[in-house]
């Protein structure tokens, strides 16, 4: 496993923060989200300090769906950046923790007018439409209590990138966004404009996730900035924002891409630049949206391993005490990770197996076929770069309990979130015995 921002090999035991992992076992349990202060500060430093360019005001709005807590949003809004939500919940937590308003914006494909209203009232700094139909919602709720909004329009240009490729005008069906190919483009955009309860301050375009090809975000730029041109030509405005969304790569393991992120937002600065200048449009600020850029790689899962088991068939694997619900992503789409018995980081003897969760569910594995020092019961496993969609898709399956969230830094450890109780499991639930 490559080690990652603070952490360290302290006598053969891993320490993050300046604190090792069976301290923090010892104060908070496993299993534990444990987040390194210091190497998520630099992540969100590196982006905005690259992102920046003498043409145009630049914004970093931090995608919150990648992790949120009300210790995460004050992280974000202490380093200056924006932040977005797409339900009212995120929304809730981030207005919970004192953020400023102005700089949340709203996402989503299908807001409710609960969440609408919330945006308008809270006067949040934009919302992000996602369809023609929504201009009219937010209009009516803005006449009703007299006010404006900020509002941007989510595009679907045609791009579509993951990992390492891209494809050009292949994703026509996808759910998000008004398509750049629809012929009524020009009049769904004259219609937000025409709105005089809302203020338009661009497009809005995403293409994907763990993108590592620059090409791809290239293509991206220069299609947002033809658009744009184009529809401030035909419709004689002068549209002063475009937003060009996350999706930055991360290395999980080996066969990921160590990828430079400064150099990539040079690159889009670069690449936004020239477009502007060939296209001979000025606008005054470009916004990024990324999520796990900013956090996959600060986070970490510690588990407690429960023993081990060889199977008939030969399967070697090592049980550990949480699993799909604390990290989905390795049974939703095959995602990768690295791992390390971090009680025994000196032991060089390493084995293949496969690190399965206490689910009851045979898709239940955190990694497959992964090397592995020896470890037995009551060992800790740790599982690198689980920063991002990690805690922000948990799950209660089997009625397992959200691990704790703590923040480590400088040898001094912050608990964002407590570990669920059982209490906070039936909370909601009421009898029914009587009423049967
Ligand atoms: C609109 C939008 N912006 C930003 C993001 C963040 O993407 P990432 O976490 O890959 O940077 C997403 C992710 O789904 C998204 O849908």
Do not use: W
């Given at each position: 496993m490559k080690f990652l921002g603070s952490m360290k090999n302290v006598d053969g035991v891993l320490e993050i923060g300046g604190i090792s992992v069976k301290k923090l076992k010892e104060d908070f349990g496993t299993p534990l989200y444990i987040y390194d202060l210091e190497l998520l500060q630099k992540k969100i430093r590196d982006i905005k300090n690259s992102f920046k360019s003498e043409k145009f005001n630049t914004t970093v709005v931090y995608a919150s769906k990648a992790y949120l807590s009300?210790?995460?949003?004050?992280?974000?809004?202490?380093?200056?950046?924006?932040?977005?939500?797409?339900?009212?919940?995120?929304?809730?937590?981030?207005l919970s923790s004192?953020?400023?308003?102005?700089?949340?914006?709203?996402?989503?494909?299908?807001?409710?007018?609960?969440?609408?209203?919330?945006?308008?009232?809270?006067?949040?700094?934009?919302?992000?439409?996602?369809?023609?139909?929504?201009?009219?919602?937010?209009?009516?709720?803005?006449?009703?209590?007299?006010?404006?909004?900020?509002?941007?329009?989510?595009?679907?240009?045609?791009?579509?990138?993951h990992t390492h490729e891209y494809i050009k005008t292949a994703k026509h069906t996808s759910k998000f966004g008004e398509s750049i190919f629809d012929k009524e483009i020009e009049n769904?955009?004259?219609?937000?404009?025409?709105?005089?309860?809302?203020?338009?301050?661009?497009?809005?375009?995403?293409?994907?996730?763990?993108i590592f090809d620059e090409l791809a975000f290239c293509e991206g730029v220069k299609t947002m900035v033809q658009f744009t041109k184009k529809v401030s030509e035909k419709l004689d405005i002068k549209i002063p924002e475009i937003n060009i969304g996350g999706g930055f790569g991360v290395r999980y393991t080996e066969e990921d891409t160590d990828a430079d992120l400064k150099k990539m937002m040079k690159k889009i600065i670069i690449s936004l630049e020239e477009n502007l200048l060939a296209e001979n449009l000025s606008v005054e600020n470009v916004i990024i949206e990324p999520g796990r850029s900013i956090v996959a790689a600060a986070g970490s899962t510690l588990y407690t391993v429960g023993g081990e088991k060889k199977t008939f068939g030969g399967e070697k694997y090592v049980f550990i005490d949480g699993g799909m619900t604390d990290n989905i992503r390795p049974a939703?789409?095959?995602?990768?990770?690295?791992?390390?018995?971090?009680?025994?980081?000196?032991?060089?003897k390493k084995e293949l197996v496969t690190i399965a969760g206490k689910c009851c569910e045979s898709g239940d594995i955190i990694a497959k076929n992964t090397k592995l020092g020896k470890c037995s019961e009551g060992d800790l496993v740790l599982v690198s770069c689980t920063g991002a969609y990690g805690h922000s898709m948990s799950s209660n399956y089997n009625k397992a309990l959200t691990p704790a969230v703590v923040f480590v830094k400088d040898g001094k450890s912050y608990l964002v979130s407590k570990r669920e109780s059982y209490e906070d499991l039936i909370k909601n639930d009421f009898d029914l015995i009587e009423s049967i």
């Open positions: 009300k210790g995460m949003a004050q992280v974000i809004n202490r380093e200056g950046l924006h932040i977005d939500a797409v339900s009212a919940g995120e929304l809730y937590t981030i004192g953020f400023p308003s102005k700089r949340v914006h709203m996402h989503g494909n299908n807001k409710s007018l609960e969440e609408l209203n919330m945006c308008v009232e809270r006067e949040i700094g934009s919302i992000i439409l996602d369809n023609r139909f929504e201009a009219e919602k937010v209009a009516q709720i803005c006449k009703r209590v007299g006010k404006k909004m900020d509002v941007m329009l989510r595009l679907n240009i045609g791009i579509d990138a769904i955009v004259k219609d937000i404009v025409e709105k005089k309860e809302l203020n338009f301050l661009g497009f809005h375009c995403h293409i994907g996730s763990q939703l789409y095959s995602a990768k990770y690295e791992s390390v018995v971090a009680n025994r980081l000196n032991e060089s």
